[in-house]
């Protein structure tokens, strides 16, 4: 009789710790934290994730992917804004205008009159007037070919899509000025994601005037398109010119961009000039020198193609002065040839070979990549958009890898600092063969890449956020030796609309309801506690009793939260 009532008594007392245990855990463990589980429907953006060139969305099943671009495809406006860079009409004395994007413009349709078209970015403002059409040499003899001319414009808003993975939609707009500088020479600003880009087509040699004698034998003649603008206030921004400041005095010259500074951050840049024609040789494109003076009040930059060049181009060519909003952008892909040698940070991409020992290869950089460390990737593909130039025969095979470093920097203007970080590439590298002609402006889609990607998250150092190169080339000689037996792809210069893209599927890791975690856990602590219980209440103690409620309370609480902090909730 007394055993029994010794047993009963005993149960009585564990019962009563584990259900105080119970009930202590309920309490602690009722807020601890709101469920892990994503309010996303399939295909919502995650909002939060939102950076300046990237978008993540939710795929459904713990699934995501991120999309980027080497180009902005948001303008910061108290958070990230998607860019739409339409002309809409303006208040005189403009007639047209753009505001959705990092830098705003106005522009006149008047293409005869003073500044035509006003640049703002952050307070500061540049007004630009297209000036004098001519040639000259190196005795800076000048003939002129033509003066802007009377011609009504024609605006138009191009439907684009910044990301079309995910579809970013957005207006491209441009004013185009045709007969500009007389018959069959067209003049055209069109704003871009974060660059305003002034194009001069050309029709054909024979709409320009024919070079005096003594411009010929002046030496070096070359065409030049001189372009007027506004000099900045010199106490808020400085003009940087090779890394040094301009004293806007004396005249200076650069293949590299003319950079505006204020407070230490770049507002925008002239970009370096360029000048391309419709052949696909290397001699389809070249590089102007700028040449930056002060005339009067006045700044002028010049543009300078030569005329050899143009007596050989294949019609119709292009010149092109660009400002960009984005300038850091510029180095983030690079074109690399080899033997001969040569590198651009301003150029088309390229991959393939030719019939002589070239050999091409690029780099693209993507930033701000919000995948987390170890993640599982699902899947990847990097997508280009074909560039103008392009061979129409041969069979391209290249192969695509990734540079193995945690966070990797934009591209040096160095050939071999690019050959040595393309030498410490991954070991997955994945061959993209076979690729056929490419259509002008279609985009296309890589092999999978998926474990190119999983090798450089899978590193220690990897974090999100950080950034990743991707090499595109034929380095490796792979392709046969036909002539032009490469393709080209728009690079961020030439277009950021269309420049290279990043596609990536992930699964998340999934952490359940933090209060189903808390319980679960907190369990498991009253079920050791009750054990205990058992062993302590042998001795029929009320200290034994409360010793072991005591060291079940404590150590439900701390794994609780232990829980909670681990877990992050």
């Known amino acids: 009789m007394r055993k029994k009532r010794f047993k009963s008594l005993t149960m009585a007392k564990i019962c009563l710790v584990t259900v105080v245990l119970i009930v202590l855990l309920s309490i602690v463990g009722l807020p601890a934290g709101e469920t892990t589980d994503r309010p996303y429907a399939t295909g919502d953006e995650v909002v939060d994730q939102r950076t300046q060139s990237s978008r993540t969305t939710y795929l459904g099943e713990a699934s995501y992917s991120w ?102 939609p957005s207006l491209q707009g441009t004013i185009r000025w045709s007969n500009a500088y007389g018959p069959g020479i067209d003049f055209q600003w069109k704003c871009q994601p974060t660059k305003l880009t002034k194009i001069i087509e050309i029709s054909s040699l024979n709409d320009l005037s024919v070079p005096e004698q003594y411009i010929l034998e002046g030496g070096n003649p070359v065409l030049r398109v001189n372009l007027v603008f506004n000099p900045p206030d010199e106490d808020s921004v400085s003009i940087v010119v090779d890394g040094r400041v301009w004293s806007q005095q004396d005249s200076i010259q650069t293949f590299n961009t003319i950079e505006f500074w204020k407070a230490g951050e770049i507002l925008w840049g002239f970009m ?57 952008a510029d180095t983030d892909d690079a074109y690399r040839r080899l033997s001969p040698s040569a590198f651009y940070l301003n150029n088309q991409l390229r991959a393939g070979t030719s019939n002589m020992d070239f050999k091409y290869g690029s780099g693209m950089r993507f930033t701000n990549i919000t995948i987390p460390q170890a993640i599982v990737i699902d899947g990847a593909n990097l997508i280009l958009t074909s560039g103008s130039g392009n061979p129409t025969g041969a ?31 991954t070991t997955e590298r994945i061959d993209w063969d076979a690729i056929p002609v490419w259509t002008l402006n279609i985009e296309y889609t890589s092999p999978e890449i998926k474990t190119v990607i999983q090798e450089i998250v899978d590193r220690i150092g990897w974090a999100s956020g950080q950034d990743i190169v991707l090499f595109w080339e034929d380095f490796e000689d792979r392709s046969t030796h036909n002539a032009n037996t490469y393709r080209n792809s728009w690079s961020y210069d030439e277009s950021p609309a269309k420049a290279p893209k990043l596609h990536i599927e992930y699964t998340a890791i999934v952490i ?57 909730m």
């Open 395 to 425: 069979i391209v095979n290249t192969r695509i890898s990734a540079e193995d470093v945690d966070d990797a920097p934009t591209f040096a203007d160095n050939a071999a600092a690019f050959d040595t970080r393309w030498t410490a590439r």
């Open 67 to 168: 999309d980027g671009s080497i180009g902005a495809i948001h303008y910061e406006n108290n958070g990230w804004q998607s860019i739409n860079n339409a002309f809409v009409p303006a208040q005189a004395p403009w007639d047209w205008e753009m505001l959705r994007a990092d830098y705003h413009i106005r522009v006149k349709e008047d293409f005869t009159t003073d500044q035509i078209i006003e640049l703002e970015k952050q307070g500061e403002v540049i007004q630009l007037q297209p000036t004098a059409l001519e040639w000259t040499n190196d005795l800076d003899q000048v003939q002129l070919i033509s003066m802007p001319q009377s011609t009504i414009p024609v605006v138009t808003n191009l439907v684009i899509d910044l990301l079309p993975a995910v579809g970013v």
């Open 512 to 568: 359940p309801n933090s209060y189903a975690v808390t319980l679960a856990a907190g369990l498991g602590i009253v079920v050791l506690m009750a054990l205990f219980a058992v062993l302590a209440l042998q001795s029929l103690s009320v200290a034994s009793v409360i010793m072991a409620a005591v060291i079940g309370i404590v150590g439900t609480i701390a794994v609780v939260f232990l829980t909670n902090v681990v877990l992050g």
């Open 272 to 328: 370096p000039l360029r000048y391309w024609g419709s052949g696909q040789d290397e001699t389809n494109e070249g590089q102007s020198i700028a040449t930056l003076e002060k005339r009067g009040n006045k700044l002028y930059i010049s543009v300078r193609v030569p005329y050899s060049w143009l007596q050989s181009a294949v019609y119709p060519v292009f010149i092109d002065t660009d400002v960009n909003a984005q300038v850091g």
